[in-house]
């Protein structure tokens, strides 16, 4: 069964552009969460979507959001890029409550 | 969310057991105590889960205190492939997706 797949692996971005990252949960998995990891803050929670909606949100600003679509793959987006936003962003998927599964993450950099 | 308390970091030699503790004097009943870890360059990695009982897994044994204030995840025999940072996590049957990360523990193996 193939993992977690997260496409683009690393990403380079200027301050105050958009980007788009894309997560393919495991076949069968309803919901896809998504995490943000910084050497300072650790892993922190952004947001949790089943079924193409939001169940679950972390304490971020409004420019990160996310969406799911019918075949529960999800991206999620950011928009006027700060320079603290250089992180490794983490999708994970399971089915409803039981463990998750991350994939290997984007590693976002913005200069 | 109720917090968790885990030692910075902790060594073991190749082979031998390794005992990693967790305190999570603020538990609540419904809470489940869900281990994870994270090898470098990865994301993290689902290694076992309990609510009241000791729990025993291909990866890892899982013993929890009585009280459940206390829990240590038990590496029967540490690989030099166990090194990660090891994360002890209170997940309640609600929060699905929401998993809230503390510093973890970095575990190293010595040949």
């Known amino acids: 069964k193939a993992g977690v797949t997260q496409t683009p692996r690393y990403l380079i971005k200027t301050r105050g552009q958009q980007v788009t990252l894309s997560c393919s949960p495991i076949s069968g998995h309803r919901s896809v969460s998504w995490y943000q990891q910084t050497p300072g803050q650790g892993l922190q929670f952004l947001f949790e979507?089943?079924?193409?909606?939001?169940?679950n949100k972390g304490n971020f600003p409004g420019r990160f959001s996310g969406r799911q679509f019918s075949n529960s793959r999800s991206e999620m987006n950011v928009s006027t890029l700060e320079l603290g936003d250089s992180a490794l962003y983490l999708c994970?998927?399971?089915?409803?409550?039981?463990?998750?599964?991350f994939g290997n993450g984007t590693r976002l950099t913005v200069t | 969310d109720a917090k968790t308390t885990q030692p910075n970091s902790m060594e073991s030699n190749e082979e031998e057991p390794v005992h990693l503790p967790c305190n999570h004097s603020t538990i609540s009943g419904t809470d489940y105590i869900h281990w994870y870890r994270q090898l470098p360059s990865q994301g993290p990695e689902y290694v076992i889960h309990?609510?009241?009982s000791n729990v025993n897994n291909r990866m890892a044994s899982l013993a929890i205190a009585e009280d459940r204030k206390s829990s240590t995840l038990i590496l029967h025999r540490a690989t030099l492939r166990d090194a990660a940072v090891y994360y002890c996590?209170?997940?309640?049957?609600?929060?699905?997706?929401?998993?809230?990360f503390g510093q973890g523990t970095i575990l190293t193996v010595h040949p």
């Open positions: 309990g609510l009241t």
């Open positions: 996590i209170l997940r309640r049957g609600t929060s699905y997706g929401k998993l809230t």
């Open positions: 994970a998927s399971s089915l409803s409550d039981s463990p998750l599964h």
């Open positions: 979507y089943f079924s193409e909606t939001q169940r």
